[in-house]
């Protein structure tokens, strides 16, 4: 006897309902933090520096309960639109995309550059580029935003250059016709090398007629038919090789014989050494001849003219060693003009848009720590219009130590007072318990100048005082 019979399948339902229906899709992401924070590193060496990938929720560093974090969904895409949109407008992204560390680091702890040029489209990008994504508009809202906008813009206005549509028929005659060019190659013309050197040609028999000739004369030969060259001069390359090698070889002994004759022997000192180890100045920027320790006249206590030495033989033509009446010497351009120390502890030599800014000691190791990058980064006050500018960016910050000689330098680019947009080159430097810094300022546009002066004046600073 059968058995009941069991519960009859139910029809399929809708597309939704069998979708809902459907088993929830298996997280298959990392699982631990570490595996996530080795993903995230991972990322950021691919996508590289582009602000329109690094959301704040993609680009926050991962904690013990990351899976807890806000998931990456349609406001990410959001915050990528609204940094396009900025790109597009602006002509530049809201953040520096010089380092793809940097990056990610002021996406998650700074807001984004002001819309300013935007116009009408400002508050939709700022609000698109909010840090916190529960913050940015739904995707109706912006779609609202967006119409208004489009209804409210004024028409364009059709210049003098706009062509009318004809409104009737056109005659075809009036089209331009367009006809494909000829070939760029040139055929080989019938007969080729056999017919020019008149090789193979085959033997009339005696007795045949002579048939009539109707094809045409025979043209010149093609450019890919002419004989080489080496035939007709019997053997050039050959020669050639031979002269190549005769002038290497003359080369070769010109450059011994020059190394016997010119170059300093062991143990000579060369004209230019010992110019950059902290040596003794020239006799023109020496104390004095007794060398007891007197100030010369040039350098009474409080003066504020420099004392400019003769040019070193390894610096640049233009560029002087000054010994400056607070303590230290460096070289600089012979033409610049030195200003007077100024109430920040400040020494400037100015020269046309350039301005190197030198401060021999003004704040102690014991107020500010021992770490030159923290101080540079933190607490020097000649970057602090970096630090207050809305549109800044920094690289190629490193520390440097040599022997207990401590110092930290980088490159800056910020906006001054005036709108002008400058490139900086920054060296601060420990030295007897005290940081001295050397700073280059200039247009952003010259960074190759900013760089050679900076060079010149890092590479001869001493502390004379």
């Keep these: 006897m059968p058995g009941p019979a069991g519960p009859a399948a139910s029809p399929p339902g809708r597309w939704d309902e069998v979708v809902a229906a459907a088993p929830a899709a298996v997280f298959r992401g990392p699982t631990t933090p570490l595996a996530a924070e080795r ?65 990610v680091q002021m996406v998650c702890s700074e807001p984004p550059a002001f819309a300013e040029e935007c116009g009408p489209l400002r508050p939709v990008v700022e609000s698109l580029l ?68 008149g090789r193979h040609r085959q033997k009339k028999s005696r007795g045949a007629a002579r048939p009539v000739r109707t094809e045409r004369p025979p043209a ?36 011994v014989a020059y190394a016997f004759l010119f170059m300093p022997k062991a143990g000579e000192e060369g004209p230019a050494q010992g110019a950059d180890t902290g040596s ?3 006799a023109e920027a020496s104390p004095g001849p007794s060398g007891g320790g007197e100030p010369s006249p040039d350098r009474t206590p409080g003066s504020q003219q420099p004392q400019t030495s003769a040019p070193a033989a390894d610096l640049p033509a233009g560029y002087v060693l000054r010994e400056d009446a607070e303590g230290f010497r460096l070289a600089v351009d012979k033409a610049w003009q030195r ?20 401060v021999p000691g003004r704040d102690s190791v014991a ?68 940081y001295h810094v050397v700073q280059v300022i200039g247009p952003a546009d010259q960074k190759e100048k900013v760089t050679e002066i900076h060079r010149q004046a890092t590479s001869t600073y001493r502390v004379t005082g």
């Design 39 to 103: 993903a995230r590193q991972a990322r950021i060496a691919v996508v590289g520096a582009v602000t329109e990938r690094w959301a704040p929720e993609q680009a926050g560093p991962v904690h013990d309960n990351w899976q807890l974090a806000a998931p990456v969904g349609p406001a990410t895409d959001l915050w990528a639109l609204g940094a396009l949109l900025y790109r597009a407008v602006q002509g530049h992204a809201p953040y520096p995309e010089d380092s793809a560390h940097e990056l």
């Design 130 to 197: 909010r840090q916190d994504p529960t913050e940015r508009p739904e995707f109706e809202e912006l779609s609202g935003w967006l119409r208004s906008l489009v209804r409210s813009a004024p028409e364009p206005e059709a210049g003098v250059d706009v062509v009318p549509v004809p409104s009737g028929p056109v005659d075809p005659a009036l089209l331009p016709i367009v006809r494909r060019r000829g070939e760029l190659v040139r055929r080989r013309r019938f007969g080729g090398r056999e017919a020019a050197h």
């Design 220 to 255: 010149p030969p093609a450019y890919d038919e002419l004989p080489p060259r080496g035939a007709a001069r019997g053997g050039a390359p050959r020669a050639l090789g031979r002269t190549l090698l005769v002038l290497i070889l003359l080369l070769l002994a010109a450059a």
């Design 280 to 282: 003794r100045p020239s």
């Design 339 to 358: 200003r007077p120390i100024n109430d920040a502890g400040q020494v400037r030599y100015v020269g046309g848009d350039f301005t190197l800014i030198v």
């Design 367 to 434: 107020d500010n720590g021992d770490d030159p990058l923290t101080y540079q980064r933190d607490k020097e006050r000649e970057l602090q219009p970096f630090r207050d500018s809305s549109w800044a960016s920094a690289t190629g910050l490193r520390r440097i130590d040599v022997g207990k000689q401590s110092m930290a330098e980088g490159q800056f680019t910020w906006q001054d007072s005036t709108g002008r947009e400058v490139f900086v080159r920054n060296l601060a430097l420990i030295v007897n318990g005290d």
